[in-house]
């Protein structure tokens, strides 16, 4: 087991910026959604922990469901296909959809996703993500709630992680860069 905090170049957001901004982000939807019919689905593994946070500070009945998928190829090629290893379990025809992501990157995965969404009957999908790379964007593609818009460094903590490691940081911080060198 290795002690993450040396690799970590600097904090690019703390607790407290997250807390903060996750909390308005919430009071946002709180006052979006309130004659709706709200499913939250987040895409798995990086935004579990925001969705944690998220969640809890929503003040309205919701519904919550999980799924695991990539887009085939790179993240740059587009085949058009989205590989759904775990699919959601909700029915939401008719429900409004709330996708929670981690970070819009390329946003090729997340286009999929919102097509997947919609295929399934949803009455409206929309996208709220912790953070923001519009500079890495492939898709066309945006999100309607974003927590911070962010440089293009590479970011870990918080649900995000490198190679599996870093996600349970409690803030989100830029990774030095000889721990990706070579990648
Ligand atoms: P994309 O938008 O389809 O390119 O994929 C977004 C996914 O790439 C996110 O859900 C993350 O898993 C991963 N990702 C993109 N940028 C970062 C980063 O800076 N740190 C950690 N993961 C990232
Ligand atoms: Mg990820």
């Known amino acids: 087991m290795f002690d993450p905090t040396p690799n970590i170049d600097r904090i690019l957001l703390d607790e407290q910026q997250i807390r903060a901004r996750v909390a308005e982000l919430a009071d ?3 006052a979006d959604y309130q ?3 709200l499913v939250v689905i987040s895409v798995l593994k990086g935004a579990f922990v925001f969705m944690a946070d998220f969640v ?3 003040k309205l009945n919701l519904r919550l469901d999980f799924m695991s998928a990539s887009s085939y190829g790179s993240g740059t090629s587009s085949s058009g296909k989205l590989n759904v290893r775990m699919d959601i379990k909700t029915d939401v025809k008719g429900k409004d959809v709330l996708i929670i992501e981690d970070i819009l990157d390329s946003g090729v995965t997340l286009s999929y996703v919102k097509k997947h969404i919609y295929d399934l009957g949803a009455a ?7 953070l923001d790379k519009p500079e890495r964007r492939v898709a066309d593609i945006a ?3 974003v927590g911070f818009s962010i440089e293009n460094e590479f970011v870990v903590g918080y649900g995000l992680d490198f190679a599996e490691d870093y996600r349970n940081l409690p803030y989100i911080g830029i990774l030095k860069p000889e ?3 070579g990648i």
């Open 56 to 58: 809890r500070s929503v």
């Open 28 to 30: 946002k939807v709180t």
């Open 35 to 37: 004659d709706k019919d």
């Open 124 to 130: 409206s999908v929309k996208v709220c993500t912790l």
């Open 179 to 181: 721990c990706y060198a």
């Open 143 to 145: 999100a309607d709630y």
